[in-house]
């Protein structure tokens, strides 16, 4: 066993992996999770029994005989709304009800006008989890009455929220974010917790779409990097199999990582020639108006692209290179198996061609050798499924 491998090691066998095993179907019943975990079936089962009695799993009449008594089936309880969700965005928030395997229950997009602060958004699609999970409207006022008791707490296992912007892990506190005014410091954690009565997980939406694609697609894979090129852009890291957030919870932010860039747009941040001024959705938006092309927002950017328009293309050629630029260097530095681009631009042939190319250009060979280069599954639940899945970690590890 390397170093590397500690981390996954010493999971095995662990109430958080035995859930697992149960929820993709790899086991389904004890003697399989023995078998898997290589731990005693007497140690199995005090876990397994443990699970069921937090109601993480179930058991579900009788599997196949093998010659014997017909062996219990083990299940993740289904179908019904145990883990909200929430992945905001800066025009839409994906809002929706998950069961503790992952599995999306219920879901919708909501239009969202960010501007309009942290309690009013907030506090509207909370109400919506509320609905979604069958539990009737949240708890209004200031938090001093939680939603507690009756049906409320026992829908809802967790929540868990996704935001396009700087999160410090450790407090669940925005800090500075670019486009998101009234934003700056604000609890969201505190916020939701006055009103909904279970745990609630705070995180950037770069780490939830990284999450739910891994855990999706990429289960296998130890290493990998997503990024995600929306309005914003900014990226999500797996490392040893597991969200790698660093100090703070700013890891994977790479949006004001310096590119090339002649001339150098000025960025909200105050410095110029950052990754988000030159190949963000929002700098595609700008830079197209100020050469006198008019378009409403970055749906408006992508149909010109698709229609062959030379100037858009000509820039998510440009927004290509620069995030292949930054992307090269993360390569080089971490050496994943995989870096996979979602958002809205991962769909953009000239964008996604010309980061592949600035890659094998400016990577080492031995990094590229067998690195997949792919876009995330399209898929508008991949951020509240990593939202889920943040839940579920947290709630089983803390049991
Ligand atoms: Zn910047």
């Given amino acids: 066993m390397t170093i590397d491998d500690a981390p996954r090691e010493a999971l095995r066998g662990g109430p958080r992996e035995l859930l697992r095993w149960v929820a993709t179907g ?70 929706g009800t998950l069961d503790l395997s992952g599995r999306v229950v219920q879901a919708r997009t909501l239009p969202v006008r960010i501007e309009d602060g942290p309690e009013q958004v907030l506090g509207s699609l909370l109400a919506e989890v509320a609905t979604l999970a069958g539990a009737g409207a949240p708890v209004p006022g200031d938090g001093a009455s939680a939603a507690t008791g009756g049906e409320a707490a026992g829908a809802l296992r967790g929540l868990g929220i996704g935001i396009p912007g700087p999160v410090q892990h450790t407090t669940g506190r925005i800090v500075s974010p670019s486009r998101m005014p009234g934003w700056n410091g604000f609890d ?21 779409m990284a999450l739910g694609a891994h855990r999706t697609a990429h289960s296998e894979l130890d290493h ?71 378009v409403s927002d970055l749906t408006g950017v992508i149909r010109l692209i698709d229609d062959g328009d030379r100037h858009a293309t000509a820039l998510a050629r440009q927004a290509g290179r620069a995030i292949g630029e930054i992307l090269a260097v993360v390569v080089n530095f971490f050496n994943p198996q995989v870096v996979a681009i979602g958002g809205r631009l ?11 190319a600035t890659l094998y250009e400016r990577c080492l060979p031995l990094a590229t050798q067998t690195l997949l280069i792919e876009r995330v599954a399209t898929s508008q639940d991949v951020g509240i499924t990593g939202a889920a899945h943040l839940v579920i970690d947290h709630v089983v590890a803390a049991n």
């Fill in 346 to 356: 991962a769909d953009c042939e000239p964008l996604l061609a010309s980061m592949r």
């Fill in 26 to 95: 790899a086991a389904v019943s004890r003697a399989d999770l023995s078998r898997l975990s290589g731990l005693s079936p007497s140690t199995v089962s005090q876990r397994v029994e443990a699970l069921i009695n937090q109601g993480l799993l179930e058991e579900t009449g009788a599997g196949r005989s093998r010659g014997g008594r017909r062996p219990r089936q083990l299940a993740v309880p289904t179908g019904g709304a145990v883990v909200g969700a929430i992945d905001l965005g800066a025009h839409h928030a994906r809002v």
């Fill in 224 to 294: 990998a990097v997503y990024i995600k090129a929306g309005t914003g852009i900014g990226s999500g890291v797996i490392s040893s199999g597991r969200l790698h957030r660093g100090a703070q919870g700013s890891a994977g932010d790479i949006s004001h990582c310096r590119v090339v860039a002649d001339p150098a747009p000025l960025c909200s941040c105050g410095n110029a020639g950052c990754l988000e001024a030159v190949a963000s959705g929002a700098a595609l938006v700008t830079a197209l108006r100020e050469q006198g092309v008019t």
């Fill in 188 to 208: 969201v954690a505190a916020f939701c917790a006055g009103r909904v009565d279970v745990p609630i997980i705070v995180d950037n939406d770069a780490n939830l």
